[in-house]
């Protein structure tokens, strides 16, 4: 029935009776709705909530219009498509609900509240509305969407896999063995940057015939493989060691082994392991790497072929710890990747609906009948895979054919089995990669079938040797297996699947630490305090444990303590010599698998977007082909090639390059972003499967010696979670318009499943404190709500301690938290998204957690001074801010914006109490802090940045703070200092100290250290340092230069906010400031922004008469805008070539205390103003 919630005028009743399929005759509305969402997606499939939030745009039917606005709706749901189109049978109807106020946001969200929605359920919905003069818009164009599996009880298959084993001879002795093995390594002391050393060494084989011939070994950091000539792949990641097929390359005779290795962490470069070789009579031959060998820092032409004359070559050192001790992960080798397939028959009867519910711990693609499911990469997504794993919802109704039928899927590693991080640990989560899904197929009839994982399933190893995250992949093209996702194909010889989880034997990171001990003796006792200082360090990121075994008289005693205690033997009541048996210090056990819910998919998913064809060709050396895209990017290169049979390719990536032209790969650390191709001949378009780099450069070797090859054979793929672009800014500065571009490949490139810090070296993880820094500028360049309230979820459920703090990382891979600024995300970011799309679920959601973290926060505060520490102002450039104040600053800044949210989910005595804890803190902070004369003590640049964006100083010092604020830049040579707190903060904060022209300055530096420094040295991303690359410098630390991290980009909200002048004024930007800049240096400036109330739009161009300003405020919604007037009075102003006063829509707020600002109340709709010189 209709609901008439409030008196309309007759011709809006008349209007509301009209049927549900027609239009009616009535005058065109001013508004109509589009860009219909369901929980902030278009047309979700298998969404979590069985009560979605359906919300609409409104478009201005008429530009020239004024004061449009929405003043009723209509909302209708159906279970069809078919049923919504006849109006009947409905799940759900509205009724026309009249909008008392038409820029609340809530206006143009209503949340479904028909009957109970349950898994599998769909709706299709539609909206009309009626703008402010009743006139009806008509019916919007539909949408649909449906839930995914809400109940873990709705799953009916089993988790299936194919468990891979190393091939290799790795029997526990020789597992032993390899742990115990010592290093060589480079004699000398560490370095700063990046150190390569050759190591080599030569053998005979006898004439026997080799059955098998395995490598066994790790480097640290990065070890390329050389036997006779022949490279044959790399050693990586001290942590991890690796069995490799050498077969291929030995001879009878005389032969040379050699590893050429990098090291980008300070330490020297180093190498371990064995060459086991097994002959087809029985014997066994084993070369050891051992003091024998001799190395070079650099090696000439031959180096790795017998014969070679060495005798300039100096000994190796041979080193028991380097310094971690031996070798431990010899399981966590890189398995096959199993291909998955059943077949099933339909019933013979139409099929209504079909669909496919998937999952994986791992990564997987579907395929049925030999297409596609999907265009989802690297589905499931990461989640903290201890508590939640997410599923993925496709309609596969077009798909299925009569009769026979074959679902099948690959499945990769991913972040679940894959290395993690600079963990250096595969399997982080637990166990070998899964896959489940069950295929729900209801006939016309009401009958339905599933087909779900399990037994009857068959697997096989294909062409994929391997895939990993950071490592990057293996594909041998020989072993494709045409039609295997067909069901006439014949998969006699593929093996059952492994049904259910496994759990990987604990291989306890750890190191043999008997001997420090031992030589911490004296005087029969022992005093030390256990942690990687006087340790090592063989779990980095990890508390670890020191386990002792020891004698005192005659006893055998043991003592466990964790790190960060002291190691004090005797203990009290012990006497007696003391003598050390055994001492490990090791990370702890794994824990058994936990259980863990099965949850539908939160946003939307990685996908492909973009094609970029290489440029130009590059050859550094002889067969090596460098390919430069022209952008650094994020997802992996395609191949175009034509080769022999059995030719190997090897395909290396990097974000810059080195003098001589080769590739830049120390930043990326343990990374080795390379990819084999084996080809199976012929030509071939190669893509490598479930991985994924960040870089501009493709180096490929391997290519036949008489290769020309062309840009078109290589092309970047573009990858990336899937978001809608949001805003554009460009200005006069074509400088300035480069830095935006690199600001949003920046996002692009580290919106990837989660908010990551850098896409490209071995840590790629979601850094909290990045992902606050950064929120702002995010939601202006893209539509974030999905995808960052996902993470929210996965930050504030699954990422916080016991004790209320935060991981640094979301999904948690550090088993450490509390710091400023980076924990303090969860709140940033939940207020960022309240502000920004008039989001309260995602506070209620997440109400408890902030809590709780502002409890641990009042625990570390001291009257009103909170001491938290943490990282602090990263990278600043020498100009400290005192932890005390950065700390203190952002609790009152905290207490704001919970006080704030509070008070948006209904919780007025929780927003009264943090108000009273700010108040407390900013009087506590300026006692602390503030100087008579309006300096701030401790403070550097970002100190002052805090303070005026934070509203911590007084009116009344304002102006003198602001002042030793310009100082503070000018005594750098109005250059900035600040770091990753202070940089987003610092532009805004010189705006709000009443500096907009240092503020410009500080944008417009083209000298370091600035924005446009970077740009001006060719980048298309942001960078990790201010100087990642500088012309007289060459590169910053390897250790930490990223040249693809967008904090820095944070400057991008200082261009829309205060050039552009967009910013919300309430939530969901229900009420919008467009207050643009004139901003010096600059001669015109556009911003559009697509909010969720619609575009905003705001261009302002100096011209010899003065200054014009074109504006926009989209429908439903007022404003408040302030011109520039210069010395200009208010009535020489116009719009569209007429007085103020005459200008429909507009009001003047009149402001005395700001004689230099027009401040206008304006109705929606297109304003063009012209402010002249005077």
């Known amino acids: 029935m209709f609901i008439l919630h409030s008196a309309l005028n007759a011709a809006l009743i008349a209007l509301a009776l009209l049927t549900l399929t027609a239009g009616g005759c009535a005058a065109r509305a001013s508004v109509a709705p589009d860009r219909l969402a369901c929980e902030f997606r278009t047309d979700p499939q298998g969404i979590a909530t069985p009560t979605p939030r359906l919300s609409w745009r409104l478009n201005a039917t008429d530009p020239s219009h004024r004061g449009a606005s929405q003043s009723a709706y209509r909302v209708v749901a159906a279970a069809t498509s078919t049923a919504l189109n006849n109006g009947s049978p409905l799940l759900w109807d509205t009724g026309i609900v009249r909008t008392t106020n038409p820029s609340e946001p809530l206006s143009t969200r209503v949340e479904y509240a028909g009957p109970p929605l349950a898994s599998r359920d769909s709706a299709w919905w539609k909206v009309r509305v009626w703008d402010q003069d009743g006139r009806d818009s008509g019916w919007s164009t539909p949408a649909t969407f449906s839930l995914g599996l809400l109940k873990q009880s709705d799953w009916k298959a089993a988790w299936i896999g194919l468990d891979d084993a190393p091939a290799a001879p790795l029997t526990a002795e020789i597992r032993d063995e390899l742990r115990r093995r010592p290093w060589i390594r480079l004699p000398g002391g560490p370095a700063r940057n990046e150190r390569v050393a050759y190591f080599r060494s030569e053998f005979e084989l006898p004439s026997a015939s080799i059955k098998e011939a395995w490598l066994a070994g790790t480097a640290d950091m990065l ?333 055998n005693a043991t003592v466990t303590l964790p790190e960060g205690q002291t190691l004090a033997l005797p203990r009290p009541g012990e006497s007696g010599s003391l003598a050390i048996t055994k001492a490990v210090f090791a990370e702890p056990p794994a824990p058994p698998l936990p259980p863990f819910v099965i949850e539908p998919q939160r946003s939307e998913p990685v996908r492909r977007f973009e094609e970029l064809p290489a440029l130009t060709i590059t050859q550094p050396r002889p067969g090596c082909f460098v390919f430069d895209l022209g952008q650094n990017m994020v997802g992996w290169a395609r191949l175009k090639v034509t080769g022999v049979r059995g030719q190997r390719l090897v395909v290396r990536h990097a974000e810059m390059l080195n003098p001589d032209g080769t590739l830049y790969t120390s930043n990326l650390r343990g990374a080795t972003a390379t990819d084999f191709f084996t080809l199976k001949g012929g030509e071939e378009i190669l893509e490598p499967p479930f991985t994924f780099h960040g870089f501009r450069y493709v180096e490929i070797t391997g290519l036949p010696a008489s290769a020309r090859p062309e840009p078109s054979m290589v092309t970047g793929i573009v990858a990336h979670s899937a978001l809608t672009p949001a805003g554009s800014f460009t200005c006069s500065n074509p400088l300035v318009n480069r830095l935006v571009h690199n600001i949003v490949w920046g996002q692009k490139g580290n919106y990837f499943e989660v908010p990551t810090d850098c896409p490209q070296r071995d840590e790629r993880l979601g850094w909290t404190g990045d992902a606050q820094f950064f929120v702002n500028t995010a939601a202006y360049t893209f539509d974030i709500a999905s995808f960052m309230s996902r993470w929210l979820k ?122 009273a804890a700010r108040e407390a803190t900013i009087r506590a902070f300026l006692a602390r802090f503030l ?168 261009a302002w161009r100096r011209t010899p008469q003065g200054a014009q300003f074109d504006i926009t405020i989209p429908p439903n919604t007022t404003a408040e805008i302030r011109l520039p007037l210069g010395s200009a009075p208010p009535e020489s102003v116009t719009e569209s070539h007429r007085p103020l006063k005459l200008a429909p829509g507009l009001s003047i707020l009149p402001d005395p205390t700001n004689p230099h600002t027009l401040r206008l109340n304006a109705a929606s709709g297109t304003y063009h103003f012209t402010v002249p010189t005077r």
């Open 223 to 555: 070890a390329d493989i050389h036997i006779n000539g022949v490279s044959l792949g790399q050693l990586a990641r001290w942590e991890l060691l690796r069995p490799i097929d050498v077969s291929r390359a030995l001879t009878p005779g005389r032969n040379a082994i050699g590893f050429r290795v990098e090291n980008h962490d300070g330490l020297n470069p180093a190498v371990s392991g064995t060459l086991f070789i097994r002959f087809a009579d029985g014997n066994e031959q084993r070369v050891q790497l051992d003091k024998s060998w001799k190395l070079a820092e650099s090696a000439a032409d031959g180096w790795d072929r017998a014969g070679f004359d060495e005798s300039t070559w100096t000994q190796v050192e041979e080193s028991p710890g380097q310094p971690w001790g031996g070798s431990r992960n010899t399981e966590h080798f890189m398995p096959r990747t199993p291909y998955l397939r059943t077949t099933f028959t339909t019933a013979g009867k139409p099929i209504r609906r079909a669909t496919l519910y998937a999952t994986a711990l791992g990564v997987y693609e579907c395929r049925l009948n030999g297409k596609r499911i999907g265009d989802a990469e690297f589905a499931p997504g990461w989640t903290e895979y201890s508590k939640r794993v997410e599923h993925q919802t496709y309609d596969v109704t077009g798909l299925i054919t009569p009769g026979d039928n074959c679902l099948g899927a690959v499945l990769g590693d991913g972040w679940y089995a894959g290395l993690m991080g600079y963990t250096g640990r595969r399997r982080f989560y637990g166990g070998p990669a899964r896959f489940m899904s069950q295929l729900e197929i209801e006939y016309s009839d009401g009958s339905r079938e599933t087909i779900a994982t399990g037994p009857a399933w068959r697997a096989f190893f294909g062409p994929i040797l391997y895939t990993d995250n950071y490592m990057g992949s293996a594909y041998d093209s020989r072993l494709e297996i045409p039609g295997w996702d067909t069901p006439r194909f014949d998969a006699a010889a593929w093996r059952p699947v492994e049904v259910g989880l496994a759990q990987t034997p604990s291989q306890r990171r750890q190191a043999d630490v008997t001997e420090k001990i031992r030589a911490a003796v004296s005087n029969g006792r022992v005093s030390l305090l256990v942690g990687p200082a006087a340790l090592g360090d063989p779990a980095f990121g990890v508390v670890k444990a020191l386990t002792v075994e020891y004698t005192i008289g005659e006893k």
């Open 931 to 1098: 100087a008579p004369d309006g300096s701030l003590n401790e403070s550097g640049q970002t100190g002052y940045a805090l303070a005026f964006t934070m509203d911590l100083l007084p009116r009344e010092i304002a102006e003198k703070a602001a002042a030793h604020f310009e100082a503070a830049i000018t005594k750098r040579n109005s250059h900035l200092a600040t770091g990753f707190i202070g940089t987003p903060r610092l532009l805004p904060g010189l705006f709000a100290a009443n500096k907009p022209a240092l503020a410009a300055q500080l944008l417009l530096n083209e000298d370091y250290p600035s924005w446009l420094y970077q740009v001006k040295l060719g980048a298309t991303t942001m960078w990790e340092r201010w100087d990642g690359w500088t012309p007289d410098r060459g590169f910053s630390d390897v250790g930490m230069n990223s040249f693809n991290h967008y904090a820095f980009g944070a400057v991008g909200d200082y261009l829309y906010r205060h050039v552009a002048g967009i910013a919300p004024l309430a939530p969901g930007y229900s009420r919008v400031l467009v207050a643009p800049t004139l901003t010096p240096g600059l001669d015109h400036a556009a911003a559009t922004y697509d909010s969720i109330a619609g575009t905003i739009a705001s």
């Open 794 to 915: 996965t930050l504030n459920k699954d990422a916080q301690f016991e004790d209320g703090t935060f991981a640094h990382v979301a999904p948690k891979v550090r088993e450490r938290g509390g710091s400023t600024a980076w924990g303090d995300a969860a709140i940033v970011c939940t207020h960022a998204m309240y502000l920004t799309y008039a989001d309260t679920r995602v506070i209620s959601d997440n109400y408890n957690a902030m809590c709780r973290y502002m409890a641990w926060l009042d625990s570390r505060t001291t009257d009103g001074i909170a001491k938290v520490g943490g990282f602090g102002d990263w990278l600043n450039l020498g100009d400290p801010t005192s932890p005390d104040l950065i700390d203190t600053a952002y609790r009152a800044e905290l207490c704001r914006l919970m006080r704030d949210m509070a008070a948006a989910i209904n919780r007025p005595a929780d927003s009264a109490r943090f108000d």
